[in-house]
């Protein structure tokens, strides 16, 4: 079974304070690690893919790495439209449509 | 381009009430999947199609859920009888071929309470 656990559970920033997400997982055979964000009263909206260990992905204030182990999502001067939830989700190399989400990780930028 | 369009956004009903939700996935796009969302369980894939066919539904809780998929603009998720512990947010995506890189488009959801 595919395990994806998300830390911190909420994280609470001012608005130019920059902090990371962690997102560790066990699964058998990685395929590819994805980033989404979710707005309260909305469906998840995609941000990133990894596939593999050392690889980096930008935008805008956010920026995605990956090692063996987990994931990590940096954001970089919030803003305040920053604030969402961030899920984790991975993805097996033997299954080419099924996701495995993270409970998510909380984000509230205060200005 | 509209993205993916469910319905109901809410449903408030009686437990042992059949429950139909809808989606309408982004047109051109041939995989669907329907996912259900709560504090509990987090985000759970319940049923995936491609082209309109069932490929997965292992995680259809029981028999109580059903899913269909007539033709490529339109699928349905059917709860009956509904439960409370069915209470969540139902999500439906859709994408091009699977989920090969990551990228599924999620409508808002269905907010469903079963009293």
Known sequence: ?111 | DAGVIQSPRHEVTEMGQEVTLRCKPISGHNSLFWYRQTMMRGLELLIYFNNNVPIDDSGMPEDRFSAKMPNASFSTLKIQPSEPRDSAVYFCASSLQGAQTGELFFGEGSRLTVL
């Open chain 1, 1 to 111: 079974e595919d395990q994806v656990t998300q830390s911190p559970e909420a994280l609470r920033l001012q608005e130019g304070e920059s902090s990371s997400l962690n997102c560790s997982y066990t699964v058998s055979g990685l395929r590819g690690l994805f980033w989404y964000r979710q707005d309260p009263g909305k469906g998840p909206e995609f941000l990133f893919t990894l596939y593999s260990a050392g690889e980096e992905k930008e935008k805008e204030r956010l920026k995605a790495t990956l090692t063996k182990k987990e994931s990590f999502l940096h954001i970089t001067a919030p803003k305040p439209e920053d604030s969402a939830t961030y899920l984790c989700a991975v993805q097996r190399r033997s299954n080419d449509y099924k996701l495995s989400f993270g409970a998510g990780t909380t984000v509230t930028v205060r200005a």
